[in-house]
């Protein structure tokens, strides 16, 4: 763990030139040494003709059990190894997984999946609809406390069994003959196909297969198997021989390097040591795209970075118009264009523009020019109690990330600048800090990000349901519960955007998160390595790349 203490008293306006200037030395420095290897592990350059991939991931997965993954370095993996009753082709379409096709009834609640008879898990034995309905049932079984479970509730039983007032076997799931499936579901809902790609409602072999991290028990359907995991190293995959579409899997074997710095990812890239990074670091942007703008791959997907407020905390809890401040004092415009770099915009709201039949909701004050904003939020934060004199203290945690930490160090000396805000940074390793957040105690503010789970608004909003895992907030509001169940219950889709709308304007308008900006995804990808295409879900499926 570290920690960066009160930002210094000069203005943000003097600082930032220093942060650029630092950027700049820092981008100087890692090309210079780029020839000179990475981290001592014996690694050679690659070479396109080895049929190894190597893959650059910002950090360690969790957990590679489907009903316990919510990070999207888990997700990644996870989607190499399993398939769900449909997948995505490489451009984002829906098509057949394990289900080679399916029916929906006229009342558009009951799906009936045909599955492929050669759909294989990786001992070579059948997968089967029964393996299915225990996976899901596994997920909902509150004794398992999935963090996932939300994302069966559209399933008959589902939110009652999560809530644990209906037993497990109620699920509206049920397996029929030995290639059938068969789900119902309360309602109608419209992006339940996609859904299924969600790695919450992937199978699993057995509860022990999920469980293991060990390739001697490793048991999946997907179009890799794993083969090792070395901690706080990388994970080793190969390519899955009984898969049913194995012969159209080109790559044989994909390795996950943990590279939680992007200046090493970066060095290790241009020393040949990997073929796709996570993500590129902002101070060597402007290089890249200069030098080896062919190998830069940058697109918007559906996802925001965002500032939880801890509401546990009475300081902040109690004072509406302190979080208002908060958030119309970081000035997003600046950050997007002089930190980032990427083509991230500027959030005023929550939900991303482009997100399938809807429209994005935003603050009122998004139109203000940045000194009235500035003069508002220092009259708010006056009136909630604070002064230069009587500054607020917080504590902003993040994970440690080259960029995550260069955006929290500016925001700190915006707010520091504008109300006299006193901000501690405490920097965490990822799954350290997946765990300190689920601990209000230890921050009062904390830097996360929300990717898109399926193209939906209802994806982004039911975070700030009150029993969501992912309500890291602790956010509650009665009315807004009621216009998502709302949302949920209606068949017309004219009304079910305004409900969602609504519940979107209504949460902003209580400030329980301060969204950042948008993101965009950005990596370097050789020359060599093919089947590399832009997604608006951000998921690069190793099945489908190749050496060309």
Same mark, same amino acid.
């Given at each position: 763990?570290?920690?960066?203490?009160?930002?210094?008293?000069?203005?943000?306006?003097?600082?930032?030139?220093?942060?650029?200037?630092?950027?700049?030395?820092?981008?100087?420095?890692?090309?210079?040494?780029?020839?000179?290897?990475?981290?001592?592990?014996?690694?050679?350059?690659?070479?396109?003709?080895?049929?190894?991939?190597?893959?650059? @991931?910002?950090?360690?997965?969790?957990?590679? &059990?489907?009903?316990?993954?919510?990070?999207?370095?888990?997700? +990644?993996?996870?989607?190499?190894?399993?398939?769900?009753?449909?997948?995505?082709?490489?451009?984002?379409?829906?098509?057949?997984?394990?289900?080679?096709?399916?029916?929906?009834?006229?009342?558009?609640?009951?799906?009936?999946?045909?599955?492929?008879?050669?759909?294989?898990?990786?001992?070579?034995?059948?997968?089967?609809?029964?393996?299915?309905?225990?996976?899901?049932?596994?997920?909902?079984?509150?004794?398992?406390?999935?963090?996932?479970?939300?994302?069966?509730?559209?399933?008959?039983?589902?939110? %009652?069994?999560?809530?644990?007032?209906?037993?497990?076997? *109620?699920?509206?799931?049920?397996?029929?003959?030995?290639?059938?499936?068969?789900?119902? @579901?309360?309602?109608?809902?419209?992006?339940? @196909?996609?859904?299924?790609?969600?790695?919450?409602?992937?199978?699993?072999?057995?509860?022990?297969?999920?469980?293991?991290?060990?390739?001697?028990?490793?048991?999946?359907?997907?179009?890799?198997?794993?083969? *090792?995991?070395?901690?706080? %190293?990388?994970?080793?995959?190969?390519?899955?021989?009984?898969?049913?579409?194995?012969?159209?899997?080109?790559?044989?074997?994909?390795?996950?390097?943990?590279?939680?710095?992007?200046?090493?990812?970066?060095? +290790?890239?241009?020393?040949?040591?990997?073929?796709?990074?996570?993500?590129?670091?902002?101070?060597?942007?402007?290089?890249?795209?200069?030098?080896?703008?062919?190998?830069?791959?940058?697109?918007?997907?559906?996802?925001?970075?965002?500032?939880?407020?801890?509401?546990? &905390?009475?300081?902040?809890?109690?004072?509406?118009?302190?979080?208002?401040?908060?958030?119309?004092?970081?000035?997003?415009?600046?950050?997007?264009?002089?930190?980032?770099?990427?083509?991230?915009?500027?959030?005023?709201?929550?939900?991303?523009?482009?997100?399938?039949?809807?429209?994005?909701?935003?603050?009122?004050?998004?139109?203000?020019?940045? %000194?009235?904003?500035?003069?508002?939020?220092?009259?708010?934060?006056? &009136?909630?109690?604070?002064?230069?004199?009587?500054?607020?203290?917080?504590?902003?945690?993040?994970?440690? *990330?080259?960029?995550?930490? &260069?955006?929290?160090?500016?925001?700190?000396?915006?707010?520091?600048?504008?109300?006299?805000?006193?901000?501690?940074?405490?920097?965490?390793?990822?799954?350290?800090?997946?765990?300190?957040?689920?601990?209000?105690?230890?921050?009062?503010?904390?830097?996360?990000?929300?990717?898109?789970?399926?193209?939906?608004?209802?994806?982004?909003?039911?975070?700030?349901?009150?029993?969501?895992?992912?309500?890291?907030?602790?956010?509650?509001?009665?009315?807004?519960?009621?216009?998502?169940?709302?949302?949920?219950?209606?068949?017309?889709?004219?009304?079910?955007?305004?409900?969602? %709308?609504?519940?979107?304007?209504?949460? @902003?308008?209580?400030?329980?998160?301060?969204?950042?900006?948008?993101?965009?995804?950005?990596?370097?990808?050789?020359?060599?390595?093919?089947?590399? *295409?832009?997604?608006?879900?951000?998921?690069?499926?190793?099945?489908?790349?190749?050496?060309?």
């Amino acid at each position: 763990m570290r920690f960066v203490r009160d930002i210094s008293d000069s203005s943000f306006h003097a600082m930032l030139p220093r942060l650029l200037a630092v950027s700049a030395i820092l981008s100087c420095l890692l090309i210079s040494r780029c020839g000179a290897g990475s981290r001592q592990s014996g690694k050679v350059p690659l070479h396109p003709s080895r049929n190894e991939l190597q893959r650059g @991931l910002d950090g360690e997965p969790a957990t590679l &059990d489907p009903s316990q993954a919510t990070d999207s370095f888990s997700f +990644e993996v996870l989607r190499d190894v399993y398939e769900g009753l449909t997948s995505e082709s490489a451009t984002g379409k829906i098509i057949p997984g394990v289900a080679e096709s399916w029916t929906v009834d006229t009342a558009g609640t009951k799906y009936t999946f045909r599955f492929r008879p050669d759909a294989r898990w990786s001992n070579g034995l059948r997968v089967k609809p029964q393996d299915f309905v225990d996976a899901w049932r596994r997920v909902v079984n509150p004794r398992n406390a999935s963090p996932v479970a939300d994302a069966l509730r559209p399933i008959v039983g589902a939110p %009652e069994i999560i809530a644990g007032r209906l037993p497990f076997k *109620n699920l509206g799931v049920r397996a029929i003959g030995k290639y059938t499936l068969e789900v119902t @579901l309360s309602e109608p809902c419209p992006y339940f @196909l996609q859904l299924l790609t969600h790695t919450a409602l992937f199978p699993v072999f057995s509860d022990a297969a999920a469980k293991s991290h060990s390739a001697s028990t490793w048991v999946s359907d997907g179009p890799y198997a794993l083969v *090792n995991w070395i901690p706080g %190293e990388k994970i080793a995959l190969r390519r899955n021989i009984y898969y049913w579409n194995s012969a159209g899997v080109q790559i044989q074997n994909v390795i996950y390097d943990f590279t939680p710095d992007e200046n090493t990812a970066l060095r +290790e890239y241009l020393a040949g040591q990997l073929d796709i990074t996570d993500s590129v670091p902002t101070n060597a942007f402007s290089w890249i795209k200069r030098t080896r703008p062919s190998e830069l791959h940058v697109w918007p997907f559906l996802g925001v970075a965002y500032y939880a407020i801890n509401l546990r &905390d009475p300081k902040i809890h109690f004072s509406l118009k302190l979080r208002q401040a908060l958030a119309m004092a970081i000035n997003r415009k600046l950050l997007t264009s002089r930190i980032l770099q990427f083509g991230q915009a500027p959030a005023y709201g929550f939900v991303p523009n482009g997100t399938w039949d809807y429209t994005s909701q935003s603050w009122p004050w998004k139109e203000m020019t940045r %000194e009235q904003r500035v003069a508002e939020a220092q009259k708010l934060y006056r &009136d909630a109690g604070y002064s230069q004199k009587h500054p607020l203290h917080i504590r902003l945690l993040i994970n440690a *990330n080259s960029t995550i930490k &260069d955006t929290a160090v500016a925001t700190a000396a915006m707010w520091k600048h504008t109300l006299g805000i006193r901000t501690t940074i405490v920097e965490q390793e990822y799954r350290v800090f997946l765990q300190s957040r689920k601990d209000p105690s230890q921050w009062d503010i904390a830097r996360l990000g929300w990717t898109a789970d399926y193209d939906d608004a209802t994806d982004f909003l039911d975070l700030f349901r009150r029993n969501s895992p992912n309500n890291d907030a602790g956010y509650f509001n009665d009315k807004f519960a009621t216009l998502m169940n709302r949302a949920s219950d209606t068949m017309n889709s004219t009304l079910r955007r305004q409900l969602l %709308e609504n519940a979107e304007s209504l949460m @902003l308008s209580e400030y329980p998160v301060i969204p950042i900006y948008f993101y965009v995804s950005d990596r370097l990808v050789k020359p060599y390595i093919g089947g590399v *295409n832009a997604t608006i879900m951000n998921r690069l499926y190793s099945k489908y790349l190749y050496f060309q």
